[in-house]
């Protein structure tokens, strides 16, 4: 299939403004914080490790692909082109000990559900787009899928051979291993050494491998369902690593600026990455590292047996949006600990609804003179904003200094609120700023449900006015305002729409 193209912007000359602003992101290579600065200047590239897709993704995962949008946001926000590939990854995902078992997430869960993995992977990677699209998450320039990119990585495999740091095992020699010991930088992105790892591992290692770090490229094995001829045999399918590294020097090139993942993928997979790619091309593969902590379920660890494996509809089944699992998930810091329950989740809807209550009164604040103080709270409060996002992804300090505004303007305001003209758009200013981050202030469509129900309330709030019963008609006006439906008299008779 080729893969879906569209939505990341691509600009005409001209048509951002250069950045100036600094930005500073914490690399976990180099283990500190350091100012942004991509390799061409104006236009950023940057892959994200996507999902497997052989289960639905849990709002654990969208911890991780949430955090790529909103570092697209930001980015774009501070003037970068920006060039974002996200993979889905449906074939040759395996850990170390499944790897020696030779079996990958895929082929696993068809064997669990008697499905066939090109149809769980299908039915999957559907479900993933739906739900990154329900939370908002703007389109990458590409989402390209494994599956299509057999000859890409067939092609660095042949390279990594030829130079001598990939080697051939097994009968025939169709299994393809990555000599760890052949690339002197194996274990500077995570911190582990070769020998370290030799003596951590195993007694019943792979005896195919030279040192039982080395991971596979290409293997072979005549019961796999999805699999390849190539050079190397007749049942060949890749590893989980080096579809990475093929996928993204295919679409960005030989080294990106910024490379993404949960924080569970440094190791073994980025630290894999790296190898093949910088000893495949001789070049830096990644500029800056951003990893993202777990998020937490219930204080733990997520489980099937703890039926706390949550997807956006079991976030929907208990009356959220999933605006209101957007903003929990990215109103923390990326690096910083993240706990889903569903206290938290209420908490995030009413924080959403506080904002967007705010929004309205300024947007229909009487009109005076300039408030005093009021000033000083806006400049503040799009200070700390800044500085906030600038700041490594700081979401939680750039959502506090929109909170308190909130509060500064409600106390200095007053209610109904008065503001001059200027201070009401410079507050809407920079809360539309606010929104073209996170994306949470505007409510998802009514359902079919909803809006039949607000159609009755129209009509029955028409005939209480009919009949001269103007406390009901109130109070029916003062029940739609709290569904966020204005009702709007007119001499073509009445209109209604949602705030
Ligand atoms: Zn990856």
Request: overall charge negative; aromatic content about 8%; some cysteine.
């Amino acid at each position: 299939m080729e893969p879906a193209r569209g939505g990341c912007r691509v600009a005409l000359a001209g048509e951002y403004p250069a950045p100036s602003v600094t930005l500073t992101f914490y690399n976990t290579l180099t283990r500190r914080p350091e100012p942004f600065t991509p390799a061409e200047p104006g236009k950023v590239r940057m892959y994200h490790c996507g999902p497997t897709v052989y289960r639905r993704p849990h709002v654990g995962n969208f911890r991780a692909f949430l955090f790529a949008d909103l570092l697209r946001r930001v980015l774009e926000r501070r003037g970068f082109e920006v060039q974002q590939v996200m993979n889905v990854t449906d074939v040759g995902h395996f850990t170390q000990e499944d790897e020696d078992r030779g079996e990958d997430r895929m082929e696993m869960e068809s064997r669990l559900t008697g499905k066939d993995p090109w149809q769980i992977s299908r039915e999957i990677t559907e479900l993933f787009e739906s739900d990154m699209a329900r939370l908002r998450a703007k389109k990458p320039m590409v989402r390209p899928r494994a599956t299509d990119h057999i000859p890409e990585m067939l092609q660095m495999v042949d390279t990594l051979l030829a130079k001598g740091v990939a080697y051939r095992a097994g009968a025939g020699g169709q299994n393809i291993y990555f000599s760890v010991n052949a690339f002197d930088r194996y274990g500077e992105l995570s911190g582990n050494r070769v020998e370290a790892l030799e003596a951590g591992a195993r007694i019943e290692v792979n005896p195919e491998k030279k040192h039982p770090a080395d991971f596979a490229l290409w293997k072979s094995d005549p019961k796999h369902i999805m699999k390849w001829k190539s050079q190397f045999g007749e049942h060949g399918f890749p590893g989980w690593h080096i579809e990475c590294s093929a996928m993204a020097r295919k679409y960005l090139g030989d080294t990106l600026d910024i490379h993404t993942g949960g924080e569970d993928l440094v190791f073994p997979h980025h630290e894999c990455e790296v190898a093949q790619s910088e000893a495949a091309t001789g070049r830096t593969f990644v500029r800056t590292w951003m990893h993202v902590q777990f998020l937490k379920v219930d204080g733990g660890k997520m489980s099937k047996s703890l039926g706390n494996v949550y997807s956006i509809d079991d976030v929907v089944a208990r009356g959220f949006e999933p605006r209101h699992l957007r903003f929990l998930l990215l109103r923390a810091h990326y690096r910083a600990p993240l706990n889903f329950t569903w206290d938290a989740m209420t908490d995030a809807k009413g924080a959403i609804d506080r904002l967007a209550s705010f929004l309205w009164d300024v947007k229909s604040c009487v009109i005076k003179g300039a408030a005093p103080g009021v000033d000083e709270a806006i400049a503040k409060a799009r200070a700390g904003f800044d500085a906030g996002l600038d700041d490594d992804l700081n979401t939680a300090a750039a959502t506090a200094a929109i909170f308190e505004l909130v509060t500064d303007v409600r106390a200095k305001a007053g209610a109904p609120m008065k503001l001059s003209r200027a201070q009401a758009e410079a507050i809407s200013q920079l809360l539309d700023e606010f929104d073209a981050v996170f994306d949470i202030l505007t409510p998802e469509p009514l359902s079919d449900v909803e809006r039949t129900e607000v159609e009755s309330l129209v009509a029955e709030r028409q005939s209480a006015r009919a009949r001269a019963d103007y406390a009901r008609a109130d109070e029916i006006r003062k029940i739609l305002t709290e569904k966020r439906v204005i009702v709007e008299d007119s001499k073509d008779g009445v209109r209604w729409r949602r705030m």
